[in-house]
T-cell receptor, first 113, second 111 residues
Framework: AQSVAQPEDQVKVAEGNPLTVKCTYS??????LFWYVQYPNRGLQFLLK??????LVKGSYGFEAEFNKSQTSFHLKKPSALVSDSALYFC???????????FGTGTRLKVLA | NAGVTQTPKFRVLKTGQSMTLLCAQD?????MYWYRQDPGMGLRLIHY???????AKGEVPDGYNVSRLKKQNFLLGLESAAPSQTSVYFC??????????FGPGTRLTVT
């Protein structure tokens, strides 16, 4: 079965510093991987996806993610964090057979001013 | 273009009552989903649909039923609400291109 894991419940980083939010995956076949962000009392918003191609994927709001097949990871990164990036971040994988999307448990990012 | 809309936004039920959550999308998406979000549990898939007239069980389907009579609508029913169903419910839709669009959520409390 397809799954993703987000090993950190919370990540804290100072404004202006680089940030990384970790995600590892377990899939059979080629992975379709996604990152979403959720601001308080809102639905989830799409940030970026990896389907095929370059291992470094660029997305919205200056975020990018690095796909690493050997480590089965898809970490979310940003070179310089903003206080406004503080939110809940979810990694997800799509099951290619059923079109189900399986989400991780989420990582709360707190950017300190 | 409203995207994905959900009705109602908030609801309080007593144990044993029933209700239906309504979801509509105007993007002509084939695939629709119902998730629940609970603290520390992330998003868990309740039921999903790969097209009009079809439904399938997700990770946590017990106590819920769904119907997709029209392509743009996906209904989630609770026949006999229980306190364990207190949660925030999100409807979502996607096309084969992969991006999932979420509704704003329904906050349900069962007392």
């Amino acid at each position: 079965a397809q799954s993703v894991a987000q090993p950190e419940d919370q990540v804290k980083v100072a404004e202006g510093n680089p940030l990384t939010v970790k995600c590892t995956y377990s899939v059979s076949g080629n992975p379709y991987l996604f990152w979403y962000v959720q601001y308080p009392n809102r639905g989830l918003q799409f940030l970026l996806k990896y389907i095929t191609g370059d291992n470094l994927v660029k997305g919205s709001y200056g975020f990018e993610a690095e796909f690493n097949k050997s480590q089965t990871s898809f970490h979310l990164k940003k070179p310089s964090a903003l206080v406004s990036d503080s939110a809940l971040y979810f990694c997800a994988v799509r099951d290619q057979g059923t079109y189900k999307y399986i989400f991780g448990t989420g990582t709360r990012l707190k950017v300190l001013a | 273009n409203a995207g994905v809309t959900q009705t109602p936004k908030f609801r309080v039920l007593k144990t044993g009552q029933s209700m239906t959550l309504l979801c509509a999308q105007d993007m002509n998406h084939e695939y629709m989903y119902w998730y629940r979000q609970d603290p520390g549990m992330g998003l868990r898939l309740i039921h999903y649909s790969v097209g009009e007239g079809t439904t399938a069980k997700g990770e946590v389907p017990d106590g819920y039923n769904v119907s997709r009579l029209k392509k743009q609508n996906f209904l989630l029913g609770l026949e006999s609400a229980a306190p364990s169903q207190t949660s925030v419910y999100f409807c979502a839709s996607s096309s084969s291109q992969g991006i999932v669009y979420f509704g704003p959520g329904t906050r349900l409390t069962v007392t």
